[in-house]
């Protein structure tokens, strides 16, 4: 009960992952159910497998992913309610589709692996699924047919299958001479790759030794011009030398000596009457020696006509081995040539390398001389800030000795004037004790005196303006006062006192 109840929840992760295209749950889960899971009856209610609704839903990597774990690809649809399911492979429901192109390309994307691979069961499950030989191909640019990919991957037995798939001579003879955008065949393709088995298979089936390419490696060349192998010159030297020796066919030498024997015959039956002359009568021995010499000559001239054909063989193959041998020769010259462009250019190229290694040289010795540089200059200004750290280093010790030597000495000065009364002097006291009465006043003042007995200058008493340079302030009030004496505010009042004066 658990193992059923497991499948179904198998088989619902199925449906939903193909739903929603999720390609990587869809391998998680045909993994872990490989050895249980039986694909074929894998179906929802709607009778679909997963592959169907993923190619419903448009989902490629889903279909891609289904293709590829086994489903297969010429399932039914069975017992759906819509008609337009019912009955259908996953492959006509992308044929249906509106933007089919995409769906498509995954189905014969997969046709074309499975090709390569020689997997004869799963190419006809995609050609039993709906996919035409004739018209199926791997898309643009290059157009090739299944049976392209089948002669160039050298898949004999895929290649069976696709030409028995078509029954009619006509549309058999349309699917083997297919040219793909190159205009080259399947022929060619089986010749360029070697393959002297799909070579043969393509020739009995009655491939056309005469198409030539239109474009690419293929152009202005028949399929026996681009292979390089003896046996498959052979092949095709012997399949255009078939209508030849087909007259040399049993029922065509019967024929063939019947006509002989009636012209031999025609030829000593004369109706012109000629005189009768007498002569022994003939016996029966001698009648069948004339029979005997008939039928031996007849018997001469059919080897003589199969050794003509042997020789004409013989001579078509050499010259089939001269032409191919001279296509050789043209391709090695012109290898040859591409190889010698490729040298020059080579010498070219190590020309300039060697040019761009001496210029590296000289770029790296200028590098080194302006590291030297660089070097010599960093030096320098080491130097510099050393001498500029000495120079401070001896200020700060300078400075410091010339705090050390200058000592100072404060000495207060208290100076006590007191007044008893309004009309008494003042007088000075230098005792700390004062008078109960009267007022009191302290002065403070500090005198320094240093160790260098270096003389105060005396206060300058300012001079006094003369008389002239009042007249000129008085005289010249507009004047640059910039350019005429200094003078300060008492000055002018003493100036304008002796103007009045005057």
Known sequence: MAASEDLEAAYDGLFMAAEHGRADVLKALLEHGKDVLDLPQIRNAAGLTPLHVAVIFQKADAVRTLLAAGFPADAQVIGSANPKYAGLTAFALAANQAP????????????????????????????????????????????????????CSNAVDVAVLLLDHVTDENQRAVLINRRNADGATALHDACYGNHAACV????????DLSIVGTSGYFKDKTAVEVSSSNDIMQIIAKAR?????????????ACLRHDIEQNFAEATSSNVVEPVLPSPPRSNTEKQTDTQ????????????KQALIEELKHTIDGLVTESHDRQLLREQEVVLEFIRKLREEKQVVERHL??????????????????THIRRHNALVEDLKQ???????????????????????VEDLVVTVTATTDDEPPHSN?????????????????????????????????????????????????????????????DRVAIDQTIMTV
Do not use: C
């Open 387 to 409: 001498e500029i750290r000495t120079l401070q280093h001896e200020k700060a010790m300078a400075n410091a000795h010339l705090r050390n030597a200058n000592t100072a000495t």
């Open 100 to 151: 089919a192109r995409s769906i498509l390309q995954v189905f014969l994307q997969f046709a074309i692996q499975e090709v390569a691979a020689n997997n004869v069961e799963s190419v006809a499950s995609i050609i039993r699924a709906g996919a035409d030989p004739i018209t199926a191909t791997d898309g643009s640019p290059l157009e090739n047919s299944l049976l392209h990919w089948a002669a």
């Open 430 to 490: 230098r005792s700390n004790s004062s008078t109960t009465s009267g007022r009191s006043i302290t002065f403070r003042s500090m005198s320094a005196t240093t160790e260098l007995d270096v003389p105060l200058p005396s206060p300058k008493t300012p001079p006094t303006p003369s008389f002239w340079t009042s007249l000129l302030y008085y005289l010249w009030p507009f004047t640059d006062e910039e350019a005429l004496p200094s003078m300060n505010s008492t």
């Open 293 to 304: 010499f008939r039928g031996d000559h007849t018997s001469v001239l059919l080897e003589e």
């Open 241 to 253: 030398l078939q209508p030849a020796s087909a007259l040399s066919s049993p029922s065509v030498d």
């Open 200 to 207: 043969q298979l393509l020739v009995d089936r009655g491939a």
């Open 354 to 371: 060697q040019d761009a290694e001496q210029h590296i040289v000289a770029q790296e010795e200028i590098m080194m001389e302006l590291k």
